[in-house]
């Protein structure tokens, strides 16, 4: 039986593999099992397993670790880049900067909280950093953290690890606790709430279409390429009817007039501009005694060769005589307007004779299996290009040494860069949601589990000598923030309570308090659209604050 007693207690690489493997499955299996009231730790699961594993005998290689540790890192945070960098600019729009600047003064505060506790307690900074992104429920954080504390001593501290996992379990109930004070301290009534949202729904920034009869003098005579220049908003004419009842999609050069009938796409935050063009009509459209058969359909960009090109150099008009109205990307949708490059796996919304859009999906791709396999190339590239930002010295006044980003930071800023603007470098980035869910997934379980049995062996005895009391100083971390920043948000700056639920749970990045934020309402998403709003900021900033909390303090 010596044989099965070195599989579990021995060394090897592949005792290493069998016991990580052990970890990871039993921590998937109770975050998927165990659920109080709805709420689990989910894959956290998989650092306590670790812990555990390791507390009772269990070890790694130091390298199987480290590799383990530090390429689950990089994939974790690489996949989560690429995921948020097609809106991360996009975020700091009108609404998005107020949300965002919401977002970093919790994450600010949870710093200065725990940098005050460090101060009052005597709890050394690696530490205390630890309990705060336990705390927080980031993971990244926790990451870049040790990672930095490693490069600045040579050595590992297995009570950041031990921090961040005695702060975490009430860290998740902490968050929701947070949101339910709110709600009695502000005496919500959902109910209400949701009459105001559907009130304001107006208001909000979505693509949609208006059909009208032209009646202002003003506009007769002008081309659709001048029409920005007369509303001052953008539009896009998708179909016209003129005055002799013909039928046509216009280009840039189509002259307007008084009485035509027009589909006019826009936001619906210019509702009111392009209502000052006319009246709306109830237009029949595709009239078939007329011999008109134009019809709406998605087509999607699988093709590399199309991927960074604007639509006004596909020249589609000329080439198809189509007009694309709206693209979706990355479930958000835009308007088509000349400037937008295309990227891989954009969903265009078109209008044009079947024949013309039959030729244009076949031009364009439009083929979901191209869209199945990842495309490893850019991925590796991109972590190259990560790992080599991330150890770049960098000298910031004040530091003794140089300031690197690390691996986690690297990899991220790469990975938002290329998300956003790999289209216009003609770099393939995307991803089908499920390659990079299992990306993410692969990452941050190898991550737990080598960061869980490296704290293991000094958990229990950390936890009995006066480490329980990290639990508390967790629980302060968690909800002090939360709630200074809630009631500004609330009481002074009127936030709505399903944004700010959506706003709590993206600047905590908190999937359970997402998912309980989201189960207040079945009629509107403002919580899941906050939570994304805020989202890619946060995480770049607890990636940041983690390095910085031992840069400056350690």
């Known amino acids: 039986m010596d044989w099965f007693n070195n599989l579990f207690f021995g060394t090897g690489i592949a005792h290493s593999i069998f016991v990580l493997a052990i970890a990871i499955a039993a921590g998937i299996f109770l975050g998927a099992k165990l659920k109080v009231k709805g709420i689990t730790l989910g894959i956290t699961w998989i650092l306590f397993c670790a812990i555990a594993c390791s507390h009772f005998g269990m070890t790694l290689d130091p390298l199987v670790e480290s590799f383990a540790k530090d390429l689950g890192l990089i ?69 870049a953290a040790e990672q930095t504390f490693q490069d600045l001593t040579g050595a590992a501290n297995p009570n950041i690890a031990s921090g961040y996992a005695m702060a975490y379990p009430l860290g998740v109930v902490g968050i929701i606790v947070s949101l339910l004070l709110l709600r009695w301290f502000f005496r919500v009534k959902l109910e209400k709430e949701e009459e105001q949202v559907k009130a304001e729904k107006g208001e909000e920034q979505q693509v949609i279409h208006y059909d009208m009869r032209l009646t202002n003098p003003q506009i007769d005579g002008i081309r659709v390429r001048d029409l920005g220049l007369l ?99 990355a479930g958000i949708e835009l308007l088509a307007t000349p400037e937008l490059r295309l990227q891989m796996g954009d969903r265009l919304t078109v209008v044009g004779e079947q024949e013309a859009v039959d030729r244009m999906a076949r031009a364009f791709g439009n083929s979901t299996k191209k869209l199945d396999a990842p495309n490893l190339a850019s991925l590796f590239f991109g972590i190259v290009l990560g790992v080599a930002l991330g150890s770049l010295p960098i000298m910031l006044p004040g530091l003794s040494q140089p300031f690197k980003l690390g691996l986690a930071g690297g990899s991220l800023i790469v990975a938002i860069l290329m998300g956003a603007f790999g289209a216009k470098w003609h770099l393939v980035t995307y991803t089908t949601t499920s390659a990079n869910l299992m990306i993410r997934e692969i990452g941050i379980a ?18 009995v000598g006066g480490g329980y009391v990290w639990i508390g100083y967790g629980v302060i971390i968690t909800m002090l923030p939360l709630l200074l920043i809630g009631v500004v948000a609330r009481k002074w700056l009127k936030l709505d309570y399903f944004t700010l639920m959506g706003l709590i749970a993206g600047s905590t990045t908190d999937p359970p308090a997402l998912a309980y934020a989201t189960s207040q309402s079945s009629v509107n998403d403002r919580a899941a659209v906050a939570y994304s709003t805020v989202y890619p900021l946060t995480m770049f900033l607890r990636v940041l604050t983690g390095q910085l909390m031992i840069l400056l303090f350690l």
Not at 88 to 105: I, Q, T, V, Y
Not at 120 to 143: E, H, R, W
Not at 305 to 312: A, D, E, L, S
Request: hydrophobic share 45%; aromatic share 8%.
């Open 75 to 143: 994939l974790f945070v690489y996949s989560i880049g690429l995921q948020v960098g097609p809106s991360f600019f996009s975020s700091f729009g009108k609404g998005g900067l107020r949300l965002n600047m919401l977002a970093a003064g919790i994450v600010l505060l949870g710093c200065v909280t725990a940098y005050v506790i460090h101060l009052i307690s005597g709890v050394d900074i690696a530490t205390m950093t630890g309990v705060l992104f336990g705390a927080v429920t980031n993971t990244p954080g926790l990451g």
């Open 446 to 463: 190898l991550f737990l589990a080598a960061v869980g049995f490296g704290a293991g062996k000094s958990f229990i005895p950390t936890l």
């Open 231 to 329: 509303t001052h908003v953008t539009v896009v004419v998708s179909r016209i009817i003129d005055i002799t009842g013909n039928e046509f999609m216009p280009d840039a050069d189509t002259v307007l007039h008084v009485g035509d009938q027009v589909r006019f796409v826009s936001d619906a935050k210019n509702e009111r501009t392009i209502l000052l063009l006319g009246e709306l009509a109830d237009v029949q459209w595709e009239e078939k005694e007329r011999n008109i058969h134009l019809v709406n359909r998605h087509i999607i960009v699988t093709k590399p060769k199309i991927n960074g090109k604007r639509i006004m150099d596909m020249k589609v008009r000329d080439a198809f005589n189509i007009t694309i109205t709206r693209v979706r990307r």
